[in-house]
């Protein structure tokens, strides 16, 4: 789909001259030195979603470019996306005015690695050490994942990808080059994003990559897979994985090169419907099905008791040796978060004997449209109540938040002020976990940039800057939003002022008004 024009030429000029009634900011006051000196704050992509040059230089398909060709993502695909991987330092110049400490982004491994395995692709690992050495340069710090839904096609098409026990020997190889090419200078380092949420999406309702799900639980035209037990065999393969990897780095790169290792998590606020004890069970059971199913082995070696109970045989058992490894491995965990769900029990769907992973949550789930592009409701609590569970179920492990942010339609203006409440209301809620004990190490805004969303294509968009698609040069244009983020991280202080006037202010700068 033709993403809509509607910035056009002059409009830039006259958005800065619009007198505009904000009701602002309900959170409490806060400023960034109410956070610890070394507390993180940056934003984040990935390579998909930013990078373009799809088909340049040696990179070769991923599971995501055969996902966004299938049309899957309203037409759009990651061809061009924002061409990051030629305007990576405009970016990064970008970054530098915004005031970020760190930059959250992936590395394409078909792009290094463009069988898989075996041999680097001189042009890709050119590409990363060229990035990753701006960044330092510039003083922002690399947070790096190695999986972003983009397994190389050619391990997909070889033995079927994260169902096989082969990948794990694939992606510990390629994360051993990894550390290897680039860990004297990346210190954090996230294996998998969102096990939990590809895996649902990829394995069970087929309508993320690499679209495998079996009838009747497709959400979209079924190809090929078995949504009873292929998602429960993806996670625990990459939970195996993950944990090889990790078992690599601290045998071989963490004296030398001290860094860390994690992966993330998506998460909800999880909300029974109602007060009864079903409700309550169900929300419980729903949160260990989405974040026990990671937390609880990476925490104790197993899966959640709810987990193995309702899905039996489909679950895959870890012997003792594998439960071992991967109970402990991890340093940190990256916490993705939106918004919040409304829970409310279905335990009568355990009658039927064929089940996938969404049935054998038993329960109903109410939330916003995750296909839509509607604006996220801002509910901090959700967030805040999370924390507060990572902290008391987990050991109150070291967390980043690696994804929170506010959509907007695409085509919706430069004044986001959605974005600006949602990120103060969320940063907020942050705020007041770290006081309540939470080991929060830092926080990256969803996202930097307006990019290639997974279900979404185009026509929503998270970022701080704006793209221009329609310009040849992809120009970038600064959102209220990166205006407001960009004042916090230099210290201003925000603040519960009620309704404030932005009226004709002569630059965007100015919009520093919504500080004290
Ligand atoms: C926030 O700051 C404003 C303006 O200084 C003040 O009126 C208000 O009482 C403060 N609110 C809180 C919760 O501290
Ligand atoms: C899916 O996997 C289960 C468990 O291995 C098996 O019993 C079932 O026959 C498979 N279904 C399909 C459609 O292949
Ligand atoms: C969940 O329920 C609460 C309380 O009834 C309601 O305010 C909220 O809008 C619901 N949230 C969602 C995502 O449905
Ligand atoms: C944005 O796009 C939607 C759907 O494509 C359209 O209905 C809406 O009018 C557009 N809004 C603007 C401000 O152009």
Known sequence: MEPQRW?????????????????????????????????????????????????????????????????????????????????????????????????????????????????????GLQYYNNLINELISNGIQPHVTLHNYDLPQVLEDEYGGWVSREVIRDFTYYADVCFREFGDRVLYWTTVNEPNVFALGGYDQGNSPPQRCSPPFCATKSTRGNSTSEPYLAVHHILLAHSSAVRLYRRKYRDKQQGFVGISIYTYGFFPLTNTKKDVIASQRVRDFLVGWIMEPLQHGDYPISMKTNAGARIPAFTNRESEQVKGSY????????????????????????????????????????????EYAVTPWGLQQELYKFKHLYG??????????????????????????????????????LREGSNIKGYFAWSFLDLFELLDGYRSSFGLYYVDRDDPELKRYPKLSAIWYSQFLKGRKTSNVGTIELKKYPSLVSVGQLFE
């Open 7 to 123: 910035l056009k030429k002059g409009m830039m000029v006259s958005l800065l001259l619009v007198s505009l009634a904000v009701e602002v900011l309900s959170a409490d006051n806060y400023s960034r030195h109410d956070f610890p000196l070394d507390f993180v704050f940056g934003s984040g992509t990935s390579a998909y979603q930013v990078e373009g040059a799809s088909n340049q230089e040696g990179r070769t398909s991923s599971i995501w470019d055969a996902f966004a060709y299938a049309g899957y993502a309203h037409g759009a695909n990651g061809d061009v996306a924002c061409d990051s991987y030629h305007k990576y330092k405009e970016d990064v110049r970008l970054m530098v005015e915004t005031g970020l400490d760190a930059y959250r982004f992936s590395i394409a491994w078909s792009r290094l690695l463009p069988n898989g395995r075996g041999s680097v692709n001189p042009k």
């Open 331 to 374: 340093d940190f965990i990256g916490v993705i978060h939106y918004t919040n769900i409304n829970v409310t029990d279905n335990s009568d769907i355990l009658k039927n004997q064929l089940r996938d992973l969404t049935a054998d949550m038993a329960a109903k789930i109410l939330g916003q449209d995750l296909f839509s592009n509607e």
């Open 396 to 433: 109150n492990p070291p967390i980043f938040i690696h994804e929170n942010g506010q959509r907007t339609a695409s085509n919706s203006s430069l004044q986001d002020v959605s974005r600006v409440k949602y990120l103060h209301g969320y940063i907020g809620a942050m705020l007041d976990a």
